[in-house]
């Protein structure tokens, strides 16, 4: 590490651009590994490529990452964004200058958070999988036999057991998350909890035509802010696989890169 100077992180500055491939093959040409051994670190980190590294190691990667076509800045790790704890919304008014906070749980106070002040727009569906045990009857032939047992025999014949087996199953959690500066705060919003009254004449009987436009009044309100992936994907009708997040803590770490790059201006479209 370079003397007098502090650790130094590696942050990518084009959101629209990232190409995980690439990131990981810059990467791995400096290690020497195979970049898909890599591949999955680059993922999970999103836009934050390296934290923390010497000064002039960071700086000699994001040159390398520039020139490879995701354009990169190293900046002093102390310059990196936190998340706030989220605050989960189940009512607002979006009619003002600002999101008015009417309900939510847990941390939720009434407020008004300026839509100037809104730096990232998240959106999308955390998707969990996962295996369900489930028992099945007799099948229609088993019936038939059992039938024609009993009714030669007279006897009724019991019913044995039911087979059982492993399925597999797939719950998907729709959310959008805002992040606030001054004061900061992390908005969550889950689809399937939140009063759509607040769209007025827009609000449909469609769970889904809701949180579309949901998200999209929210992108107007603020059209400067940072838009995630998956918000993205939701704005422009992209493909669903494009919404999907691993985790809350997988949207979390985007949002930390956006943030991070809305307060140092430092993003390229």
């Not at 992936?229 to 997988?250: C, H, I, M, N, Q």
Request: proline share 6%; with cysteine; glycine share 10%.
């Amino acid at each position: 590490m370079s003397e007098g100077r502090p650790p130094h992180a590696v942050i990518l500055r084009a959101p629209t651009r990232l190409d995980a491939r690439v990131v990981a093959a810059a990467l791995a040409r400096r290690a020497s590994l195979p970049a898909e051994t890599l591949l999955p670190v680059v993922k999970r980190g999103w836009g934050i490529v390296a934290e923390p590294s010497g000064a002039e190691d960071a700086e000699a990667l994001a040159a390398d990452l520039s020139a490879a076509g995701q354009p990169a800045v190293a900046v002093p790790v102390s310059l990196l964004e936190e998340v706030p704890p989220a605050v989960s919304v189940t009512k607002a008014d979006l009619s003002g200058d600002g999101f008015d906070i009417v309900s939510g749980r847990g941390n939720a106070v009434h407020e008004r958070l300026l839509w100037s002040h809104l730096s990232v727009l998240s959106a999308g569906a955390v998707i969990e999988s996962g295996l369900k045990t489930v028992t099945e009857g007799p099948s229609l032939a088993e019936k038939s036999v059992r039938l024609g047992v009993t009714m030669a025999t007279g006897l009724p014949l019991l019913g044995g057991r039911g087979k059982t087996r492993q399925v597999s199953q797939e719950k998907r959690t729709p959310f959008i998350e805002m992040i606030f500066s001054a004061p900061s705060r992390r908005v969550r919003i889950l689809a399937d909890g939140f009063d759509y009254g607040a769209l007025g004449e827009q609000m449909t009987y469609s769970a889904e035509l809701n949180f579309r436009a949901l998200t999209a009044a929210l992108a107007a309100r603020a059209p400067g802010c940072l838009r995630g992936r998956g918000a993205r994907a939701v704005l422009t009708k992209a493909p669903s696989g494009e919404l999907a997040y691993e985790s809350f803590e997988d949207a979390e770490r985007e949002e930390r890169w956006l943030a991070t790059l809305a307060a140092l201006g430092a993003a390229q479209a």
